[in-house]
Every structure is written in C-alpha cells, then in structure tokens.
C-alpha cells in the first residue's frame, strides 16, 4: 500500500466513481481502477461494491477514509513545507463554500490569492448549508471551509476565524409592489408570493420568519440552487429574502432591491481542522481578512 492508491481512493470517493477521479488527477482511466485493485489485494479486502453503474463503498472502505485522509493530509504538508521554502511557488489548495460566500466574499478574495501565488492549483467545492461545509471540512476533503449562520453552531473540535457579517435584502421584480422607501418589515411582505432556500440556511429562517408574521404570505418555490433564485424574481414567480453578497448581481439584472428589517444577520466565518495548515492554505487564510488575532474559535460559533 502506498500514498499514490489512497489518493486514487479518496478521489473515487469525493468523485463517485472512476471516471471522474481520473478526470481529477488527470490520469487515464484504466490506472485509477488498476491501483484500486492493487489496493484491495494489499489490504485483503474489497473497498467497493457495484451496484448498477455505481460503486458503493463497504465497510471497510468506510473505515479507511479516515486514515487515508490523515495520510494524504501529512504527504500534502510536508510536499508544500518543501515548496514553502522556495517561495509557495506549486502546491494546491481546496476549498468549500456556501452560495453566498461564493458571491461575495471568495471571489475578491482568490483575485488576489491567484495573483499572489499563480502556481497554486486551488479547486472550490460547493456546499449548501454550514453543515455540509463542516462535514467536508472535518472528513479532510476540503483544506478551509467558508460559511455563514445565523444562529450558533456547534462545531465540534474544528476551528472558526470570524470572517464578515452580511445582512439581509428582499428582491423583486420592477411590477412588485412594495414600498420604496426605507427598510421593508416582515408585515409590509403581507400577501407576497416567497421563493425560499433549503432548512438550514439564513435566507430559509428568516423567510420562515416573514411566512409566520403574515396571513396571506406564501412560499411558492423551495429551492437548493441558489443560483436559481434571481432568474425566477425576474420571471415575477415570486420575491426572495436572500444576503447582501447578491445586492450587486440583484441590481445588474435589472431587479429592485430593498432593505430588509430583521434582527437576523448572517456571520461568516473560515473553518478548518485543527491541525497544521499547509502553507497554501495558510495564505489563503491570511489574505482572507479573517480574523486571526487572539484564540480562535473552537467548539460553538456565537452569531
């Protein structure tokens, strides 16, 4: 068994299967299933099961996860300590976000990663709600995290650099009527029709707020894609409560944006294990903004 099979491993896992793993590591096909069939017969036991087109993984396969991560996660660091000394010119980075945080802040943030250091591969992952991002996080898929609550959560034993508060907006399309002047409360939302997100996010609490204040208000599309969301305001099939990161595209496409009234906010944060940090994903943190002065945060995140 060597660091090469448990990597071809652990991208069959984060990809689902082999073709997009070699796709991944830029291998052929036929060396991704090669070195996992080397792998079981090293180990003496099988990783996956087929069924159908789909390889599911056994319990044994579960059970290496773990420590396949931790050691991948140390060759990765002593690989980038290396390169470190030359001036983090190569190494990779991984990362995952949720919708918003991937309007704003990521992208002004790896603008200026990518021209500080151009040799490093970094990938982005997606994530729907906090917990997705602490699940990929703490499984070692990712190297950083970057999320958003509204309320505390309880992030175990990873480690949380607070990042930026958003607050909330209401867009609808120019036909919508709705005051124009100043923050619009949960009651003047009276009788509109709400595009909301999946549990567990900001913009679904505080649209579950502005649901149970009023009457007549109704939720007409619940929806995992975010990006979804703007191209339904503009159709007029209803109005959203989403976070200030979509303010600009809000506008550039033409819809009317409108504070909103609430005590909610949403915080964001960088998270990552508690462990050392690769040097690539080191200066991300430190080109982030986040906050890295004083003990980090360990355990429940205040919002």
Do not use: C
């Not at 491993?9 to 991944?24: Q, R, S």
């Not at 996660?73 to 290396?82: G, I, N």
């Not at 703490?138 to 175990?156: E, F, K, Q, Y």
């Amino acid at each position: 068994m060597d660091a090469r099979q448990l990597e071809y491993f652990l991208a069959v896992v984060d990809e689902g299967g082999v073709g997009a793993a070699a796709e991944k590591l830029f291998v052929a096909q036929p060396s991704v299933s090669q070195a996992l069939r080397s792998l079981q017969r090293d180990l003496g036991t099988e990783l996956f099961t087929r069924t159908g087109r789909r390889l599911q993984l056994t319990p044994a396969g579960e059970a290496l996860i773990a420590p396949a991560r931790q050691v991948t996660h140390w060759m990765e660091l002593s690989r980038a300590h290396v390169d470190a000394v030359n001036g983090l010119r190569t190494g990779r980075l991984v990362l995952a976000t949720m919708p918003s945080q991937a309007v704003y802040p990521l992208p002004s943030i790896i603008d200026r990663y990518v021209r500080k250091y151009p040799m490093i591969q970094t990938s982005i992952r997606a994530a729907g709600t906090p917990r997705e991002v602490m699940s990929l996080v703490r499984s070692g898929g990712v190297d950083l995290g970057i999320m958003a609550v509204t309320d505390p959560v309880d992030s175990g034993d990873l480690v949380l650099h607070p990042l930026l508060r958003q607050s909330f907006i209401v867009i609808s399309s120019k036909n919508v009527d709705l005051p124009a002047q100043g923050p619009l409360s949960y009651a003047q939302l009276e009788g509109q029709r709400l595009i909301i997100g999946q549990p567990g996010t900001g913009m679904r609490r505080v649209a579950d707020q502005v649901i149970a204040t009023n009457r007549s208000t109704i939720a007409v599309v619940e929806t995992e894609h975010r990006e979804a969301i703007l191209p339904m305001v503009i159709n007029g099939t209803g109005i959203a409560v989403i976070a200030d990161a979509w303010r600009g595209l809000a506008k550039e496409s033409g819809l009317v944006v409108h504070d909103l009234d609430t005590p909610e906010f949403l915080d964001g944060s960088i998270v990552h294990r508690d462990v050392d940090l690769t040097p690539a994903a080191r200066a991300f943190l430190l080109l982030s903004g986040a906050q890295l002065t004083g003990a980090p945060t360990r355990g429940r995140e205040a919002s």
